[in-house]
């Protein structure tokens, strides 16, 4: 399956927004290219950027693969892009909203009920709750792929805690170092305006018992958390302090902070951490990472959690597959962003058609997440199809089946030179009391190994700097 | 029957706790079999106690105290009428919908052999009820069910393996069985009062309900091999113990600590007739 490759346009051709670049790279000795490969790396290893991976005994911490050459979208691409993307983040907000509340989605048949109320993620403790300015999803990190000149689909919805984004400032901020001369010939759209935009939004859906002038703080599980290095780079930009469970206490259904100069209220926690863990008393009773008795300041309408507890059953990749009939049922509107065609393995005839076509397809955990506990059919071994086969005749609710996407292709410097690989995107998307904001672009990740889809920094994948130009 | 509850629950710590926060399921609500006539729930220490709903709609007090606490002590005492309605729930709070209970929760994960063991006894029964009367059977005689004491829970796979267990878990087992057969199922804490005839019974008690679209919730209590009668209070539910847990808590300081637990669950007056 030919990918469509967003330089060249999979026939050879060059399109319009590569023009420049094109140059550049044809001109560009390979020496030098090399050398600022290897100044990048040192960059990021001065910055302490870090991931940690699970699973891997040999390096709990290492840098994700940066690569240099940009990945750059028109303002035309861009515009329609974020048009659909604020779509769809307004009608996760409107459904979770109304799964909490009036059940008309529910009612209406547009998804099951079951699907909702046997979800894990779907918080009984948030049914009948307003949370503050009616607002659920404030930070969304929508994944999207994209297969020719003018198809984007929507891979997942990232409702809980998404990450990524130090990557995306890091990524430019590198990139205006290394290469200052590429700035010069292009018009990229700023990214460094995100943190501005997200205290805006944290602010904005403050209580409405806050002062003008909220507290907000940054809850992260702690330095073991893969996204640790995120939460402290995010807090330092914020200007907000960054805590751990520990750090916060709840009296009388108010949360403070401790400080040296004694307690502080807080108004709002941009949370970091899962809802299993939050809150001992309510989730999980053997999580040493939250706060006993935040949910009940919460609930009392004391403190502002962001992203709300109970996001999760708006991304569920069962749900998923009916975003785009909650979409219109929300918004009115024919959704701008499509879905990949989602097999759902929990009807029995769309099972049956997985069962037949392992090779074909990409095999997905309904509750999976970072790659992990996916079959990509055509790149998988007969082993792990018939691991798959076992598992989907077992628990066929669990999954989910798409058909393998040739995601398209960017430029990316390789051993070999340069050679295209696939890339997916992820935009952040923040909902405030104001409106919804969106920064151009996004993170670009990138499958680093030829013919790979996965992108997953978990799985090797690297990520790349996503221009999109003004002019 | 007229039953009165007395329970106490008292710790010590080694180091004095600093601040205190319980979370407490320990108050039955009324429904068709039974009637709270009084309950009280006392700590021995100053604080503040407040009361709200879960939202499985039991009744919680949440307890918070600032330290130094060295001892602390929960008292419960209440008085309870009860009729038998041989295991069928009525008249009872329902906040959340069947569909909920068919979840899969941490203490209630299938597993191979808890799916067989579920359609080898349902094999047993014919319509949906008398297939979980039938693993309620199968449950009664093969798993031991020991007395509570100071173990704590394992989970239903953990349990089933071990072919033992205490009564909180063969109610998992139970449950994550009847789900498997496509019955929504929850956990209940409660007590059972003394009885000639019981087991587990003159104290704090859990079992399971199942849900039968005909018939609504329907109570299993396979420690005792039947369905709760009058001997049977019902006082919180969950999809599983985490939900229902008689206290969750969490506190600062307070090392070393040391619980100790009297219940008494009794008849307070012979039976009449015509109840």
Known sequence: MPAFDEMTGGEGGLRSAYVELDRWLKEAPPEMLAL??????????????????????????????????????????????EKGLRQRVTALNMFLADVYGKKECLKAGIIPADLVYRNACYQLQMVDFQVPHGIYCHIAGIDIVRVDADTFYVLEDNARTPSGVSYMMENREVMLRLFPELFATHRVAPVDNYPDQLLATLRSVAPRSASSDPTICLLTPGQYNSAFYEHSFLADKLGVELVEGSDLLVKDDIVYMR????????????????????????????????????IGAYKAGNVTLANAVGTGVADDKAVYSYMPEIVKFFTGEEPILKNVPTHRCREPEANAYVLDNLEKL????????????????????????????????LQPEGFIAQPTLALSTCPTFVASGVAPRHVDLRPYVLSGANGISCVPGGLTRVALQEGSLVVNSSQGGGTKDTWVLDA | MRIRISHSIAYAYAEPVRQLRQVLRLTPRDHDGQHVMSWRITPNIDGRLRSSQDPFGNLVHDFSADGPIENYAIEVNGMVETVNLAGVIRGVVEKVPPAVFMRDTRLTEPSAALRDLATEAAARGGSELSRLHALMETLHER????????????GAGACLEAGEGIPQDVAHVFMTCARSLGAPARYVSGYVAESQTLPHAGGAHAWAEAYLPDYGWIGFDCANGLCPIDTHIRVATGLDYADAAPVRGARTGGNGESLLVEVRAQAARPRQQGQ
Request: aromatic letters at 8%; hydrophobic letters at 35%.
């Open chain 1, 36 to 81: 600022r490969r290897s100044q990048a790396e040192l960059f990021f290893r001065r910055i302490g950027i870090t991931f940690a991976v699970y699973g891997d005994e040999e390096s709990t911490e290492r840098l994700i693969p940066f690569d240099i050459i940009p990945r750059v979208l028109t303002k035309p691409e861009w515009t329609k892009l």
């Open chain 1, 362 to 393: 990409v095999v997905k955990e309904v509750n999976g997440s970072g790659g992990y506990g996916m079959l990509v059919g055509p790149h998988a071994s007969k082993a792990q199809i018939e691991t798959f086969r076992q598992k989907l005749k």
């Open chain 1, 259 to 294: 400080t040296t100069q004694g307690p502080k209220r807080v108004d709002v926690i941009y949370r970091r951490i899962d809802d299993d863990f939050i809150d001992p008393l309510v989730f999980r009773g053997d999580s040493v990472l939250g706060v006993p008795g935040i």
């Open chain 2, 143 to 154: 798993i031991a069910c020991v007395p509570t004491g100071e173990r704590l829970g394992i």
